[in-house]
T-cell receptor, first 116, second 113 residues
Framework: QQQVKQSPQSLIVQKGGIPIINCAYENTAFDYFPWYQQFPGKGPALLIAIRPDVSEKKEGRFTISFNKSAKQFSLHIMDSQPGDSATYFCAARGWGGCTSYGKLTFGQGTILTVHP | DGGITQSPKYLFRKEGQNVTLSCEQNLNHDAMYWYRQDPGQGLRLIYYSQIVNDFQKGDIAEGYSVSREKKESFPLTVTSAQKNPTAFYLC????????????FGEGSRLTVL
């Protein structure tokens, strides 16, 4: 199963709060889990990524927590700011059939709003 | 500056017309992709190309066509066979060595009237 399920669909927090976005997957062959951030009217950009042999990765205020046994991973944003308001996509990379192409499957996206 | 350039940014089309969206990259990336973005559905892969003169169907290729005659260009044609073409279209590229990091353009919003 190639799906990645993301929740919640939208999230509103106050400045300084810690929004958490969750993703779940079925395919145990996925080997790379990036998060993308998209501002209105722009294309997504890579924010942070993790591999399944690591349980946590932190870059600045952004942290990915990864639970391999549960097949879940989540994004935490510490001390959230209004400038973090954006759409966030989780993704997972799988390798299909006889090709060498590592295909990304994206979650449905989460619209985050951080109020001042 | 290196990056992905998509044009036009906004496009209106009448039903029954084909339309071509342009995508150019100067990152010297081998791989290029087209995604469709609809609210609540994430990004869905339309076509991808790992090398010049070769491309593969993604998950939702019906009603779309592409070409890859040059490394830096990967245009997408939305044909009249696409039943629900109104969407935000994103082009991306990646270094073939690491297909986990995609570099996206700013997108083209197509509206069918």
């Amino acid at each position: 199963q190639q799906q990645v399920k993301q929740s919640p669909q939208s999230l509103i927090v106050q400045k300084g709060g810690i929004p958490i976005i969750n993703c779940a997957y079925e395919n145990t062959a996925f080997d790379y889990f990036p998060w993308y951030q998209q501002f209105p009217g722009k294309g997504p950009a890579l924010l942070i990524a993790i591999r399944p042999d690591v349980s946590e990765k932190k870059e600045g205020r952004f942290t990915i927590s990864f639970n391999k046994s549960a097949k879940q991973f989540s994004l935490h944003i510490m001390d959230s700011q209004p400038g973090d308001s954006a759409t966030y996509f989780c993704a997972a990379r799988g390798w299909g059939g006889c090709t060498s192409y590592g295909k990304l499957t994206f979650g449905q996206g989460t619209i985050l709003t951080v109020h001042p | 500056d290196g990056g992905i350039t998509q044009s036009p940014k906004y496009l209106f089309r009448k039903e029954g017309q084909n339309v071509t969206l342009s995508c150019e990259q100067n990152l010297n990336h081998d791989a290029m992709y087209w995604y469709r973005q609809d609210p609540g559905q994430g990004l869905r892969l339309i076509y991808y190309s790992q090398i010049v003169n070769d491309f593969q169907k993604g998950d939702i290729a019906e009603g779309y066509s592409v070409s890859r005659e040059k490394k830096e260009s990967f245009p997408l044609t939305v044909t009249s066979a696409q039943k629900n073409p109104t969407a935000f279209y994103l082009c991306a590229s990646s270094d073939g060595a690491n297909t986990g990091e995609l570099f996206f353009g700013e997108g083209s919003r197509l509206t069918v009237l």
